[in-house]
């Protein structure tokens, strides 16, 4: 009851400038960012929506005439047993038009097998096996080699799709014409599963769904996720298709964007998908999402930041906001921590318990507030309420610390060069050649 | 002029030489044959001629060659005794005809009410008589199947050489003879021809004009493509098109991971190039699971097959599918005689019995798409299928090979929709497991006996039912 009192007290007691002493890394770079911006960027992205209506009738009625050829590429290894499932999801697709590809990355299961079957039954009209296994990048750069569309999207097997999603993301190139890539909407369809599925499908929403929207108007949209991505088949062939990854999905999208090509987000093209139903595999996955920052952005595309005949101010600032964001605040996060410590040792878990409030209360406005700009989910909102509280340790402690391992590992270490995600007889190369 | 007439202690040989000709009436006069000639096609034809003969003591007489004839018909060492060149050869000539002789005196003379089996009993009764000389397949071409059996081929065609491999299976079922493999081969599922031209083929357009690549990763770039993109005027060897940089050692900055190939018929790209064989006897172009496969074997008399030779043996059904011999088919006429009682029954004991039919509509396709072959064991299988629903008074009768008639005791729809639900299932799943990717097409028919005066009247009225 007296530390209650207390802490009461404290609250009460605070004025403006003793609260942006104590909560200024909330403040500034959590609510200022995160909220603000993205609400200010939001609410402009609805008001200007009715004027863009216009454009996208016509960007709708320029595809249904053009009617293009679209390549899907669906490169994985042992993916055999999610293959009928998606090609069952393309086949409900309103648009047609498009040539199914899978490849076969060295799959040692059944995968050859069901894919062969798929083929002789005309399910799908390319398919091709590697009997050795050379990764991702190469799997999709053999797809993107013999598609043969105006327009290539690269699908995860494990996903499923909307019934219009291809349609949707595909129009996206006659919205605008200097679009070169386009990434639709990521859901976590097994939200049910688990704690962290909950967590990742919440973070999904706010984070990525919503986030993307507001990066994507301001034109610093950074990642087509692979699961779902759209490219405009041209571009691609111009930057020489996927790079060795881990993190390939955001490499390619830099390589669009520094030759030229807008990069956009939509969230109206839907893919569901399957989240890490354990924190371990989170933590994986996160460790490589997470690396892909320091190796990406910091060293090969690092000209970005830096004068040349092709430097974008957009660009600029898109990995100056990512690289402070991600980076810089993710260590200075550890500086405000210790300064608390050191200077309001005495105050310290009233200020703790403070932060701990002010974040909640943000999720809770933050996830209510954002609902009327979220498009396409079924999931009830209310299912994911209760869980809100323990967004603020699933953001503010367990991706926080995952990403600063992975920072480490990749500054000191270049482990991505390490990943099994990738064969060595790549990554060995990457890491000589500084990809 | 030699004289026609030649003895050998004390056994008379006619001689046969291009002055002679050849008279086989007159060779039953005699204890053997000379051939005397150097003329090839005169002495095939003699040797055919004599062992063709449809009496034994003419088949089985003692040949012996005047002159070397080195592999000029492959058949003529086969079915001659040997030679008589020298004067020291006639104690061998000698000797062997008498054995020759005595054995004949051995066999039965039960005559087989077939042709097939006249052909078993005709090369069974050469074994025998030449100390239980092995039945050796020969490398022929002029056979259709490639292989040819001296002894069983004189009493077929060169095109029917797939049957004597159908005669000899039976002959083995029944223990006549005891095989020892040689070789497996794979023939055409129309025609049983051996002749095969195998291509590879696109998948899509079946046609053979397709051409592969290798595909090859570039390590450091992740770039894969067909090797003719790492090919340029500009540079030598292999040159990335990707980061425009030399690719020079397999394993270490590239491999190959796998080939493509390519039609520049329809223009379609694949990895599964399908093997077809097109038959050069009838030109038929089939997948290659879907040729016949038949085993070349050596064989030799069983102690069964002496005993039926030497005290006579039954050859029953020899028909050309030696698989329904095992069926104990019954004719036409058996089954009307049987429908007969049933319709008497019938109406004397007020039961009711039913006459089904179910028959393959799609008989003709199905063959074409399998093979004779592939089909005949089919309707096998359905046979089977059909003959285990049914109770011991109650018989089958299989017409032209694809329509099954059977009577049925006990309420008639009743079982005729329980035996027709059972048959198709069991149908369904006999595709599935063993003929994946044929569609059958069965038709259902029934009659009651009570209505017919005769079983003919009855199976007539099915007929044009089913029609």
Redesign the interface.
Request: with cysteine; aromatic share 14%; hydrophobic share 40%.
């Given at each position: 009851m007296e530390f209650i009192d207390e802490f009461l007290l404290f609250v009460t007691s605070m004025d403006w400038e003793k609260f942006s002493r104590y909560f200024y890394f909330f403040v500034i770079f959590e609510f200022l960012r995160f909220f603000v911006v993205e609400l200010f960027v939001l609410l402009l992205w609805k008001f200007t929506h009715r004027f863009r209506k216009q454009r996208w009738e016509k960007a709708h009625h320029e595809l249904w005439t053009r009617m293009p050829l679209v390549s899907i590429i669906v490169p994985g290894k042992n993916e055999g047993k999610h293959i009928y499932k998606l090609v069952q999801s393309l086949k409900e697709q309103t648009y047609k038009n498009f040539e199914l590809i899978v490849i076969d990355d060295?799959s040692d299961d059944d995968t050859e097998r069901i894919c062969?079957s798929l083929?002789?039954n005309g399910m799908i009209d390319?398919?091709?096996?590697?009997?050795?296994r050379?990764?991702k990048?190469?799997?999709a750069?053999?797809g993107l080699?013999?598609a043969k569309g105006e327009f290539v999207v690269h699908l995860d097997a494990d996903c499923s799709y909307w019934p219009d999603a291809i349609e949707k993301i595909v129009r996206v190139f006659y919205f605008d014409h200097r679009v070169g890539g386009v990434g639709g909407n990521v859901q976590v369809r097994n939200y049910k599963d688990s704690l962290v599925a909950t967590f990742q499908a919440i973070e999904y929403f706010d984070s990525i769904s919503i986030g993307r929207i507001s990066s994507s108007e301001l034109g610093i949209y950074r990642v087509i996720s692979g699961a779902f991505g759209a490219f405009r088949k041209k571009a691609l062939d111009k930057i020489?298709?996927?790079?060795?990854g881990p993190g390939l999905d955001g490499d390619i999208t830099v390589k669009l964007r520094k030759i030229g090509y807008k990069v956009k987000y939509e969230p109206d093209a839907v893919c569901k998908t399957n989240a890490p139903d354990t924190f371990k595999k989170l933590a994986n996955q996160r460790l490589r999402w997470d690396k892909s920052l320091i190796r990406f952005r910091l060293r090969k595309h690092f000209d970005v930041l830096l004068p040349s005949k092709n430097f974008s101010w957009l660009n600029f600032f898109s990995f100056v906001e990512n690289i402070v964001y991600n980076l810089v605040l993710n260590f200075k996060w550890y500086f405000y921590i210790i300064d608390i410590i050191f200077n309001f040792t005495s105050l310290l878990p009233f200020i703790l318990l403070t932060n701990l409030l002010l974040y909640t209360i943000n999720f809770f406005v933050k996830f209510i507030l954002f609902s009327a700009f979220r498009l396409n989910h079924k999931e009830p909102i209310a299912y994911f309420i209760p869980y809100l509280p323990g967004m603020v340790i699933y953001f503010g402690y367990f991706l926080r610390f995952t990403r600063t391992v992975a920072y480490f590992q990749e500054i000191f270490w270049k482990a991505s060069y390490k990943d099994p995600w990738n064969p060595e007889?790549?990554s060995k190369?990457?890491k000589a050649?500084k990809? | 002029m030699q004289s026609p007439v030649i003895v050998i202690d004390n056994l008379q040989f006619v001689r046969l030489s291009l002055e002679t000709g050849l008279d086989t009436t007159q060779i039953m006069a005699y204890d053997g044959v000379l051939i005397d000639s150097n003329d090839a096609p005169f002495v095939q034809n003699s040797i055919l001629s004599i062992r063709r003969h449809h009496q034994p003591e003419v088949y089985l007489k003692p040949i012996f060659l005047c002159q070397n004839h080195p592999s000029a018909f492959i058949h003529i060492h086969a079915l001659s005794d040997g030679q008589y060149i020298h004067d020291k050869d006639n104690t061998l000539v000698a000797s062997k005809t008498r054995k020759i002789f005595q054995k004949t005196l051995e066999l039965s003379e039960s005559k087989p009410n077939s042709a097939y089996g006249a052909a078993i009993k005709k090369a069974l009764d050469y074994m025998y008589c030449r100390e239980n000389r092995i039945l050796q397949p020969i490398l022929d071409p002029f056979s259709i199947i490639g292989y040819s059996f001296p002894e069983m081929s004189v009493s077929f065609e060169t095109h029917e050489e797939a049957q004597i491999l159908d005669a000899l299976d039976w002959a083995e079922k029944n223990e006549l003879i005891w095989p020892d493999f040689q070789e497996k081969i794979y023939v055409c599922n129309q025609c049983s021809g051996g002749f095969l031209s195998y291509r590879e083929v696109c998948?899509h357009c079946q046609s053979s004009h397709t051409y592969g690549e290798d595909?090859v990763?570039h390590?450091?770039?992740?770039?894969?493509?067909?090797i003719s993109?790492f090919t340029n005027e500009k540079h030598e060897g292999l040159h990335c098109p990707?980061?425009n940089k030399g690719v020079h050692h397999i394993g270490v900055?590239y491999?190959k991971?796998?080939v493509?190939y390519h039609c520049n018929n329809c223009d379609t790209?694949?990895?599964?190039l399908y093997v077809k064989a097109k038959c050069l006897n009838c030109k038929n172009d089939v997948e290659v699971q879907y040729l016949q496969s038949r085993t070349i074997n050596t064989y030799k008399l069983t102690s069964k097959g002496r005993h039926a030779i030497t005290k006579g043996f039954e050859l029953q059904n020899h028909t050309t599918d030696a698989h329904f011999i095992e069926r104990d088919l019954i004719s036409e006429d058996t089954f009307i005689s049987l429908l007969n009682q049933d319709c008497k029954r019938s109406q004397i004991e007020e039961r009711s019995i039913g006459l089904m039919a179910i028959s393959i509509n799609n008989h003709q396709a199905i063959a074409k798409e399998m093979g004779n072959y592939r089909f005949k064991k089919l309707v096998l299988e359905l046979y089977d299928i059909i003959a285990n629903e049914l109770n011991p008074l109650e018989y089958l009768y299989l017409e032209q090979g694809h329509t099954f008639y059977f009577n049925q005791y006990l309420g008639i729809e009743d079982s005729f929709i329980s035996i027709q639900s059972s048959f198709q299932e069991r149908l369904n799943q006999l595709i599935i497991r063993n003929h994946s990717g044929i569609s059958v097409s069965m038709n259902y028919q029934n009659i009651s006996l009570n209505e017919c005066k005769d079983g003919r009247e009855a199976l007539n009225k099915l007929k044009t039912q089913l029609n």
């Amino acid at each position: 009851m007296e530390f209650i009192d207390e802490f009461l007290l404290f609250v009460t007691s605070m004025d403006w400038e003793k609260f942006s002493r104590y909560f200024y890394f909330f403040v500034i770079f959590e609510f200022l960012r995160f909220f603000v911006v993205e609400l200010f960027v939001l609410l402009l992205w609805k008001f200007t929506h009715r004027f863009r209506k216009q454009r996208w009738e016509k960007a709708h009625h320029e595809l249904w005439t053009r009617m293009p050829l679209v390549s899907i590429i669906v490169p994985g290894k042992n993916e055999g047993k999610h293959i009928y499932k998606l090609v069952q999801s393309l086949k409900e697709q309103t648009y047609k038009n498009f040539e199914l590809i899978v490849i076969d990355d060295g799959s040692d299961d059944d995968t050859e097998r069901i894919c062969r079957s798929l083929k002789k039954n005309g399910m799908i009209d390319l398919f091709i096996r590697n009997d050795v296994r050379g990764g991702k990048a190469s799997a999709a750069n053999l797809g993107l080699r013999f598609a043969k569309g105006e327009f290539v999207v690269h699908l995860d097997a494990d996903c499923s799709y909307w019934p219009d999603a291809i349609e949707k993301i595909v129009r996206v190139f006659y919205f605008d014409h200097r679009v070169g890539g386009v990434g639709g909407n990521v859901q976590v369809r097994n939200y049910k599963d688990s704690l962290v599925a909950t967590f990742q499908a919440i973070e999904y929403f706010d984070s990525i769904s919503i986030g993307r929207i507001s990066s994507s108007e301001l034109g610093i949209y950074r990642v087509i996720s692979g699961a779902f991505g759209a490219f405009r088949k041209k571009a691609l062939d111009k930057i020489g298709g996927w790079d060795i990854g881990p993190g390939l999905d955001g490499d390619i999208t830099v390589k669009l964007r520094k030759i030229g090509y807008k990069v956009k987000y939509e969230p109206d093209a839907v893919c569901k998908t399957n989240a890490p139903d354990t924190f371990k595999k989170l933590a994986n996955q996160r460790l490589r999402w997470d690396k892909s920052l320091i190796r990406f952005r910091l060293r090969k595309h690092f000209d970005v930041l830096l004068p040349s005949k092709n430097f974008s101010w957009l660009n600029f600032f898109s990995f100056v906001e990512n690289i402070v964001y991600n980076l810089v605040l993710n260590f200075k996060w550890y500086f405000y921590i210790i300064d608390i410590i050191f200077n309001f040792t005495s105050l310290l878990p009233f200020i703790l318990l403070t932060n701990l409030l002010l974040y909640t209360i943000n999720f809770f406005v933050k996830f209510i507030l954002f609902s009327a700009f979220r498009l396409n989910h079924k999931e009830p909102i209310a299912y994911f309420i209760p869980y809100l509280p323990g967004m603020v340790i699933y953001f503010g402690y367990f991706l926080r610390f995952t990403r600063t391992v992975a920072y480490f590992q990749e500054i000191f270490w270049k482990a991505s060069y390490k990943d099994p995600w990738n064969p060595e007889k790549s990554s060995k190369f990457a890491k000589a050649m500084k990809l | 002029m030699q004289s026609p007439v030649i003895v050998i202690d004390n056994l008379q040989f006619v001689r046969l030489s291009l002055e002679t000709g050849l008279d086989t009436t007159q060779i039953m006069a005699y204890d053997g044959v000379l051939i005397d000639s150097n003329d090839a096609p005169f002495v095939q034809n003699s040797i055919l001629s004599i062992r063709r003969h449809h009496q034994p003591e003419v088949y089985l007489k003692p040949i012996f060659l005047c002159q070397n004839h080195p592999s000029a018909f492959i058949h003529i060492h086969a079915l001659s005794d040997g030679q008589y060149i020298h004067d020291k050869d006639n104690t061998l000539v000698a000797s062997k005809t008498r054995k020759i002789f005595q054995k004949t005196l051995e066999l039965s003379e039960s005559k087989p009410n077939s042709a097939y089996g006249a052909a078993i009993k005709k090369a069974l009764d050469y074994m025998y008589c030449r100390e239980n000389r092995i039945l050796q397949p020969i490398l022929d071409p002029f056979s259709i199947i490639g292989y040819s059996f001296p002894e069983m081929s004189v009493s077929f065609e060169t095109h029917e050489e797939a049957q004597i491999l159908d005669a000899l299976d039976w002959a083995e079922k029944n223990e006549l003879i005891w095989p020892d493999f040689q070789e497996k081969i794979y023939v055409c599922n129309q025609c049983s021809g051996g002749f095969l031209s195998y291509r590879e083929v696109c998948p899509h357009c079946q046609s053979s004009h397709t051409y592969g690549e290798d595909l090859v990763h570039h390590f450091p770039c992740a770039y894969i493509g067909p090797i003719s993109d790492f090919t340029n005027e500009k540079h030598e060897g292999l040159h990335c098109p990707k980061c425009n940089k030399g690719v020079h050692h397999i394993g270490v900055d590239y491999d190959k991971p796998s080939v493509l190939y390519h039609c520049n018929n329809c223009d379609t790209k694949f990895q599964d190039l399908y093997v077809k064989a097109k038959c050069l006897n009838c030109k038929n172009d089939v997948e290659v699971q879907y040729l016949q496969s038949r085993t070349i074997n050596t064989y030799k008399l069983t102690s069964k097959g002496r005993h039926a030779i030497t005290k006579g043996f039954e050859l029953q059904n020899h028909t050309t599918d030696a698989h329904f011999i095992e069926r104990d088919l019954i004719s036409e006429d058996t089954f009307i005689s049987l429908l007969n009682q049933d319709c008497k029954r019938s109406q004397i004991e007020e039961r009711s019995i039913g006459l089904m039919a179910i028959s393959i509509n799609n008989h003709q396709a199905i063959a074409k798409e399998m093979g004779n072959y592939r089909f005949k064991k089919l309707v096998l299988e359905l046979y089977d299928i059909i003959a285990n629903e049914l109770n011991p008074l109650e018989y089958l009768y299989l017409e032209q090979g694809h329509t099954f008639y059977f009577n049925q005791y006990l309420g008639i729809e009743d079982s005729f929709i329980s035996i027709q639900s059972s048959f198709q299932e069991r149908l369904n799943q006999l595709i599935i497991r063993n003929h994946s990717g044929i569609s059958v097409s069965m038709n259902y028919q029934n009659i009651s006996l009570n209505e017919c005066k005769d079983g003919r009247e009855a199976l007539n009225k099915l007929k044009t039912q089913l029609n």
